[in-house]
C-alpha cells in the first residue's frame, strides 16, 4: 500500500472543512499510514462469506422480552 | 473498626452493617469525604467532589432506612462516577477543558438509577480526555496509581478505578470501550466489569463510539459488582440500543464453589509478548484455584485475537471522530493534542477502511462465540503485568513509531480486552495477585451474551477463595 504524505493528509482534511497546523499533520499523517498498512491484515481475516451484519444484532436492542 | 478499614469494607457488607443499623449512611459519607481530603490531593482521582450534596443525601437515606423504608442493598452506600456521565446540576467535563464549565441539565440514566436506589453520589472521577486516551495534559490534574504515585492507574476509568482501591469510595461506574473499566481495574486491584453491549444504559453518557460503549461498575469484590449492576441493568426508554432482555437476579446465582463450570483459558491471552511471566504465573495460580473449586479447566485458542487491533482501532476513531466533528470545527485547538490527533487520523480513514473493519469484527466475534459454545467462560490474564509508569506520550514523526505503538508491542494494553469489546459480550477483571514491585495483577474472565452471571459466579467464588483484595495500598495507609 502506498503511504500518503503530509500534503496529501492536509488536503483530505481540509475537504472537510478541518484547518490542522503543519505539527500535527506529521503524526497524523504517521498514524494514518500505519492504519492503512494495518488494513491490510483485514483482508486475510475476511472472506467472500463475513456479512457485516448489524452491530445490533444479537443483542435484542429495543425488545421487551 | 477505625474509620479506615470501614472504607475499605466491601459495599456487601457495609450494606449488611447499615440494614442491621450498625452503621449510619452519614457516618460513611463523612469517612469517605476526609479521605478523599487526604488522599486525592497526590490520587487525582477526582475531578468534583460534591460534599455538601453527598452529605444531605446519606441524612435522607438515614431518615428513610430508620423509617422501614430501605430502597435497596444499595441505600445509603457512597459512590462516584467517571466524568463522563451525566448529573444534574454539576459540572462533567469529559476530563476536557473544552467542557470546564458544562453544568448537565439532567442526570443521565445509570445516576438516576443509583439514586432511585438510596446510592449517595460523591463526585465525578477523572478519566482520559473524552475517554479516549492517552491524554498528554490532563486539565484537571494527572490521575495516579494508588499503589505507586509513578505508575498509571491505566485509562480512561482512571479516577473510578483508582477511587475506588484508595478506599474513596464503596463503588464507582467507569466507561469500557476497548478495555476502559478492566485494564483501569486489573493496573488497581479493583473489580471492574463490562457488561453485554445494551445491557446497561447509555442514555446521558458522553459516547467514544457509540457500538462498543459499555457504562459499568468497580468495586471490592464481584458480589459488590453483582449489586450495582442489578440497579443498572435493563431496558431504557432513553437508549434506543437499551437490551429488553430480562435481568436475573445476579447476585442470588453467586456461589462459593463452580462445581460444573466450564472454563477455557485462552492460549493466545497467556504468552508473550503480550503477557509477561508475572502475569502468566498468576493466572496459572488461579486456574489451580479454579480447579479445586470444581471448575473443569481446558485450553482454548483464538488465533484471532492479535490480528483483533487491526479491527477496532479505526472503528473505534471513525465513531469518535463522526461524534466529535461540530467540536472539532469550532475549537480543535482545545483538544489535548494527543486526543486531537487520533480524532483526525478517524476524520482521514477512508471509508474502504472501515468496511473491512466492520467485516473484521464479525469474524472475531464469531470466533469468541464458536469458543464459547464449548466453556462457559473464557480465562486469561487482564494485562501483561502490573501498571506501568505514568507516560505523556512523545509526539510521533513516522509511521514506524506509530506501527510500533499501533499495532506493535507498543499496543500491549488493550490486546487483553479488545476482543471481547469486539464481540460485545461480557467480561470483568478480578485481582488475582501482585508483581514483584507490588503492583496488583488481574484475571480477565468473559462470558456469553447476557450471562454475566457466569462471569460473575467465577469472579466471586475465586475472589471468596483468596485474600488478593484485602490487601491495602501504600497511599490508602498513610
Known amino acids: 500500500m502506498r503511504d500518503l504524505t503530509v500534503e496529501q493528509v492536509e488536503r483530505i482534511l481540509a475537504a472537510q472543512g478541518y484547518d490542522v497546523p503543519a505539527d500535527d499533520l506529521v503524526e497524523i499523517t504517521a498514524r494514518l499510514n500505519a492504519q492503512l498498512e494495518g488494513a491490510a491484515v483485514l483482508d486475510r481475516i475476511t472472506t467472500d462469506e463475513t456479512e457485516s451484519w448489524y452491530a445490533l444484532f444479537p443483542f435484542g436492542c429495543g425488545d421487551e422480552r | 473498626m477505625n474509620a479506615d478499614e470501614l472504607a475499605f469494607l466491601p459495599l456487601s457488607e457495609q450494606a449488611g452493617r447499615i440494614g442491621r443499623g450498625e452503621l449510619s449512611p452519614v457516618e460513611l459519607t463523612e469517612c469517605y469525604l476526609e479521605r478523599i481530603a487526604r488522599c486525592d490531593d497526590s490520587l487525582k482521582a477526582f475531578i468534583t467532589v460534591l460534599a455538601d450534596d453527598a452529605l444531605a443525601a ?24 467517571k466524568d463522563q456521565i451525566l448529573i444534574e446540576g454539576v459540572r462533567v467535563t469529559g476530563g476536557s477543558r473544552i467542557l470546564a464549565d458544562h453544568v448537565a441539565d439532567r442526570d443521565a440514566t445509570v445516576v438516576a438509577r443509583l439514586k432511585e436506589a438510596g446510592a449517595v453520589l ?25 499503589w505507586n504515585l509513578e505508575r498509571t492507574p491505566g485509562g480512561s476509568s482512571s479516577g473510578s478505578a483508582a477511587a475506588v482501591a484508595a478506599g474513596l469510595c464503596s463503588f464507582s461506574l467507569g466507561g ?91 492460549e493466545e491471552m497467556m504468552t508473550e509478548p503480550y503477557t509477561g ?9 488461579a486456574l489451580e484455584v479454579l480447579r479445586s473449586l470444581g471448575a473443569t479447566v481446558r485450553p482454548v485458542r483464538l488465533p484471532l485475537m492479535d490480528d483483533s487491533k487491526y479491527a477496532i482501532s479505526p472503528l473505534v476513531l471513525l465513531e469518535a471522530s463522526g461524534h466529535h466533528r461540530p467540536k472539532l470545527l469550532e475549537s480543535y485547538h482545545e483538544y489535548d493534542y494527543n486526543t486531537r ?4 487520523v478517524g476524520a482521514a480513514l477512508p471509508s474502504g477502511v472501515a468496511a473491512q473493519a466492520e467485516r473484521a ?45 499501533l499495532f506493535g508491542t507498543g499496543a500491549v494494553a488493550g490486546h487483553h480486552s479488545r476482543v471481547f469489546s469486539l464481540a460485545g459480550v461480557p467480561a470483568l477483571s478480578v485481582p488475582c495477585g501482585f508483581d514483584a514491585d507490588g503492583l496488583p495483577l488481574g484475571l480477565h474472565v468473559a462470558g456469553r451474551y447476557f450471562d454475566e452471571t457466569a462471569v460473575l459466579r467465577v469472579a466471586h467464588a475465586y475472589g471468596k477463595a483468596n485474600t488478593w483484595s484485602r490487601n491495602r495500598p501504600p497511599l490508602a495507609v498513610r
Open chain 2, 58 to 81: 446519606a441524612s435522607e437515606a438515614e431518615a428513610e432506612i430508620l423509617a422501614g423504608g430501605r430502597r435497596s442493598p444499595l441505600h445509603g452506600i457512597p459512590f462516584a462516577v
Open chain 2, 122 to 146: 460523591l463526585g465525578t472521577l477523572n478519566t482520559h480526555e473524552f475517554h479516549m486516551g492517552p491524554t498528554r495534559d490532563f486539565p484537571f490534574g494527572t490521575p495516579r496509581n494508588p
Open chain 2, 176 to 266: 469500557d470501550t476497548s478495555g476502559s473499566i478492566r485494564g483501569p481495574a486489573a493496573y488497581c486491584g479493583v473489580v471492574g466489569l463490562k457488561a453485554t453491549w445494551s445491557r446497561v444504559s447509555r442514555d446521558g453518557v458522553f459516547p467514544l463510539a457509540w457500538s462498543f460503549d459499555c457504562v459499568g461498575p468497580l468495586a471490592r469484590s464481584a458480589l459488590d459488582a453483582a449489586l450495582v449492576l442489578q440497579a443498572l441493568a435493563g431496558r431504557d426508554p432513553m437508549d434506543p440500543t437499551s437490551s429488553g432482555e430480562s435481568v436475573p437476579d445476579y447476585a442470588a446465582a453467586l456461589t462459593d464453589d463452580l462445581d460444573g463450570v466450564r472454563v477455557g483459558v485462552v
Open chain 2, 277 to 285: 511471566t508475572e502475569a502468566r504465573d498468576a493466572v496459572e495460580a
Open chain 2, 341 to 344: 490527533i487520533r480524532l483526525m
Open chain 2, 361 to 405: 469484527r464479525v469474524a472475531v466475534t464469531r470466533q469468541v462465540l464458536e469458543a464459547l459454545e464449548e466453556v462457559d467462560v473464557l480465562v486469561g490474564a487482564a494485562a501483561s503485568g502490573g501498571a506501568p509508569a505514568l507516560a505523556r506520550g512523545e509526539p510521533i514523526t513516522s509511521k514506524e513509531e506509530a506501527t510500533f505503538v
